[in-house]
C-alpha cells in the first residue's frame, strides 16, 4: 500500500513562484508515489481578519490555479466540506498541552504583527488554537508523511504529542506517528528585494504570479536586484535566487551553462535575465492556457471538486467514528 501524504495550503488568492517552487511543485510531484490529500484549508483562514465574499472567491480561486499547475482533482479538498476536521479539533483540544500550544512561535509572531488584527486591534482565539486544528488535519487521514519546511517543525512536534496523548489515554496505538517529508523545496527571494522572501503581502514587485502576462514577467526579472554593492566571495543573493528560478523552471542545460560561466567569471547579468525570464514565461504560458481551460467548465469542475471532497470525507468520517467510540463519545 502507498503511504499517505497531507498537505494544506491557506486561500489567499494568487499564486506566486514562492509559493509553486517552495511548496505545490512538490505536491505536483509527490502524487505519482504517494496516497495524496491536499487541502485548501478556508477553516484556517478566518482566523485573521477577513471578507466574507473575497474568502470564497480565493478559495475558488486556488483550487483552479492548483488544478492548472497539476494537481489532481480526485487529490483535493476544500477544508469547509469536510466538518470533521473542526469536530476532531475540538476533541483534540483535550489533548493538547495549554502551555505548549502557548509557546507556538507563529502565534507570538502573528499577534505581533499589526496587519493580521483588526481595527480594534481583535486577536481571536482560532488564531491562537489553530495548530490543534492543523494536527486534526493531518490525523484524521492517519498521514505517515507531511511536507513541511522547518519553520513547521514545530507544529508536526505538536501534533505527534497531540497522537501520542490520544493514543495512550485509549490504550491503543491507534494513531500512527506523522513523519517530516523532507523534499527540496527553494527558498524563492523578492525580485525587487533578495534579503527577503517573495510575498504578495509586501507589494507587487516581491512577487512573480505564476499566471503572469509575457510583458510583466520580463519587465520584473529585467529589474531584478542582482547585487546590494557589498562586497564578498560568494554569489550575490540576486543572482542565488535568479539562477534557482531558472532551475525551477526546468531550464536545467542553461542553468548549468550560465553557472560555469559565473565560476569562470564570464557571466553577463543581461544573459542570466534573459534566460531566467524565457523559461518562466514558458511555464506561465502553459500554466496560463490550462487555467482557461478550466475556467471556461467552471461548473463542472466545481461539481468534480465537491465530488472529491465528498469522497475524501468519508474518510474522514471514519477516523472520527472510531475516535468518538475509542473516548467514549456518542455516535449517530
Sequence with gaps: MKKTVLSCIQPTGEMHYGNYLGAVKNWVDLQEKYDCFYGVVDYHAITMPYKTKKLREDTWSLIFNLLAVGVKAENLFIQSLVPEHAELGWIFNNFASYGRVQKMTQFKDKSRDSTTKSKDNFISVGLFDYPVLQAADILIYKADYVPVG????????????????????VGKEYFVMPETLHTESPKILSPADPTRKMSKSAGEKHYISVFAEEARIRKQIRSAVTDTGEESDDMSAGLVNLFTLLKGAGADGVHDSLMKDYQNGDLKYVNLKDATADALVAMSNGFREKRAELLADKKEIKYKIKQSSRAIRERAQQTLKEVKDLTGLMNV
Design 150 to 169: 522547518k519553520d513547521q517543525d514545530q507544529h508536526l512536534e505538536l501534533t505527534r504529542e497531540i497522537a501520542s496523548r490520544f493514543n495512550n489515554q
